[in-house]
């Protein structure tokens, strides 16, 4: 009983240690640049950066969203609270 007593300890002690706080990398990132990698999508970049795909689309002139180009820079807009992931794209 002490065992587990003390392993549950153990693991609160750990789990206070090391907080999560997975806005901070969103807002890091907002703001500034990203350079596109093969494979990378206008979808992939906005969910990794907390930012919507037209926001991103917007701020770089980018016409068709589904066309980027790998090795580009893309400029990151700060968030700015509502997420724009539908004006740009072209309905069928």
Same mark, same amino acid.
Not at 7 to 28: D, G, I, N
Not at 32 to 37: F, L, N
Not at 60 to 72: E, L, M, R, S, Y
């Given at each position: %009983? ?7 300890? $153990?693991?609160?002690? %750990? $789990? ?18 990203? *350079?596109?990698?093969?494979?990378? !999508? ?30 580009? *820079? ?5 968030? *700015?609270?509502?997420?724009?992931? !539908? ?6």
């Amino acid at each position: %009983m002490k065992a587990v007593l003390l392993l549950l300890s $153990a693991m609160v002690s %750990m $789990a206070a240690a090391t907080p999560v706080f997975p806005h901070v990398q969103l807002e890091q990132r907002a703001g500034s640049t990203v *350079t596109i990698k093969a494979g990378d !999508t206008l979808s992939t970049i906005a969910a990794s950066t907390g930012v919507g795909i037209c926001d991103i689309a917007k701020a770089n002139n980018i016409k068709d969203p589904n066309v980027i180009q790998a090795g580009a *820079t893309l400029k990151i807009p700060a968030a *700015t609270g509502k997420k724009d992931n !539908t004006s740009c794209v072209k309905k069928a």
